[in-house]
């Protein structure tokens, strides 16, 4: 498995460009999250986004009624029993969204160097002349010459179905806009972007609490991806509103960066998060084109550096109505991948796109690709000057397995955790093989029942690049002895077989801790 990575720095044999790909029980290391929606909600379509690579569903309540989302979680539980496929489940906030609403859904068409008028009476009927929206405070908000930008589905940048407004006078609550291209709106509801503007707007809505509360506490969501964030304060405010949820305490932060407030406070927010999402949609709109890929790129790094997952949007969005995507997007993906992201966001694509099942395959292909060129040497050394001396006890054995892993060509590393902190810490130095994340469950107790952690943390390593994780039997214990680590370690050792990526005469790489002492070792398997 080692062999196959190349480096971009040397020369490659074209020839070896057009060699097929190699099918593997992972689709790639990158880890794909596809949003769930009229398209990609059945337990069919689910089923086969599973077995091609989707391994955390996202929930986008900017749209659809919990009941509608609860049916299509319901779909999803079924999906994962019959293929075997763990899948963890994202909650996607409103926040601050500023929405036009068309009551009629009828198709608005607005010319270019024509006037609308955007008002927050919502009792009026949208029209090409007047768009009704959710927010009362605009014309205070804004003033002559600012840019807005109207869109389904956040604003794709397409010069026929989003409109870019350019605002010549506010009047009392109403805003007076010169249309810039000719655009058709079709659907009910429209995101309307605000370049640069301040939106004073919770981020975390009562609309947003409410959801998370009845559907997040039901269903025990892994992540809430904070839409928005804007302040490091905002994601204390979600983590101090879910720590008094019972049971989301355990639940990750994702602070979604989609505005240039988001990017001002990035390194505040980071220390704060779990993960970052860079929402490149909004985010796009907000700075000039030729700035996009900087902030990616030293977003990403940032992420890496402080061990903490990075997911990137908006890559391929001609896939929501084609069945291939451009030369462009096909490089952007490759290019997010080379950069150190630990997943790619799929949004509209999956969510209402004509080809879910195929964007996840395709986009998986392409990361698998670009994952062999990947320098994990030089990653690696630089990961660990980063961090310096002295390393923590934690990062010290985490560093030498993947370097111990690197050096004897391993297929696999296997990590027995309990919390998953080990598990990502190893993942932070991106080793060139999979790492197999056994979880250790943990007997716990609230004076009236028993239960076990370890789902939650299985589940959350599934958007951090390169850890598949598995959950150990319960009955072994955490503290375990000789014997139980044995058991497990067989265990293990099995999945790796049978998921193809161990095979006879292959050496593995264990961390696992054995009384109070942390052991890294190497084992060749026989016959």
């Known amino acids: 498995m080692h062999s196959t990575h190349l480096l971009l720095e040397e020369p490659i044999r074209m020839a070896s460009i057009l060699e097929p790909s190699k099918s593997s029980f992972f689709p790639s290391m990158t880890k794909i999250v596809g949003t769930l929606g009229p ?113 389904q589905y956040l604003f794709t940048g397409s010069e026929t179905t989003s409109v870019w407004l350019e605002v010549t006078e506010t009047q009392e609550d109403d805003v007076v806009c010169a249309i810039k291209n000719s655009a058709t709106l079709a659907g009910s509801l429209f995101t309307l972007h605000i370049s640069q503007v301040h939106i004073d707007l919770p981020t975390l809505s009562e609309a947003d609490k409410d959801v998370i509360s009845k559907w997040g506490v039901r269903n025990k969501i892994d992540f809430l991806s904070l839409s928005y964030t804007r302040h490091a304060e905002d994601v204390r405010e979600a983590r101090d509103f879910l ?66 997952p990075a997911v990137v949007t908006r890559v391929v969005d001609s896939m929501t109505d084609n069945l291939r995507p451009t030369r462009a997007e096909a490089t952007d993906v490759a290019n997010a991948v080379l950069d150190g992201s630990d997943a790619i966001l799929l949004g509209a694509e999956t969510l209402r796109g004509l080809y879910p099942v195929e964007t996840i395959s395709t986009v998986g292909r ?39 892993a690197i050096k004897v060509k391993a297929s696999v590393l296997i990590c027995f955790t309990s919390s998953g902190r080990a598990a990502r810490l190893i993942a932070k130095y991106r080793p060139t093989m999979p790492v197999i994340s056994v979880v250790i469950p943990r007997l716990k107790t609230n004076q009236l029942r028993w239960s076990f952690t370890g789902a939650f943390e299985a589940r959350q390593s599934l958007i951090v690049r390169g850890l598949f994780p598995m959950l150990a039997d319960p009955r072994h214990p955490a503290e375990s002895t000789s014997a139980t680590n044995e058991s497990v370690l067989k265990v293990a050792l099995e999945y790796g077989k049978a998921s193809g990526v161990i095979k006879t005469h292959d050496r593995v790489v264990v961390c696992q801790k054995v009384g109070d002492a942390s052991v890294v070792k190497i084992i060749e398997l026989e016959d």
């Open 366 to 404: 392409i990361c698998a690709e670009a994952e062999k060129v990947f320098n994990h040497d030089l990653y690696f050394k630089k990961t660990v000057k980063y961090v310096g001396e002295p390393m923590t006890h934690l990062e010290s054995i985490a560093s030498s397995a993947v370097r111990a």
């Open 39 to 151: 398209k990609s909600r059945s337990v069919e379509v689910i089923s086969a986004c599973l077995k091609v690579g989707m391994s955390v569903a996202r929930f986008d309540f900017s749209w659809g009624d919990v009941d509608y989302h609860q049916e299509t979680l319901e779909n999803l539980k079924t999906a994962v029993k019959s293929t075997k496929k763990l899948c963890a489940v994202m909650l996607d906030t409103v926040g601050p969204e500023l929405q036009v609403v068309n009551k009629s859904g009828n198709a608005i068409s607005l010319e270019a160097d024509a006037t609308v008028v955007l008002t927050p009476d919502q009792n009026k009927e949208a029209s090409s002349e007047l768009l009704p929206i959710n927010f009362t405070g605009l014309a205070k908000a804004v003033k002559s010459g600012d840019t807005i930008f109207i869109g």
């Open 243 to 308: 720590s008094k949820l019972g049971e989301l305490q355990q639940t990750q932060i994702f602070a979604k960066i989609e505005n240039i407030e988001g990017l001002k406070h990035f390194d505040e927010i980071l220390q704060e998060a779990d993960g970052i999402i860079l929402s490149r949609g909004n985010l796009g709109i907000d700075l000039p084109p030729e700035k996009v890929f900087l902030f990616q790129k030293a977003a990403v790094y940032k992420c890496n550096t402080s061990g903490k």
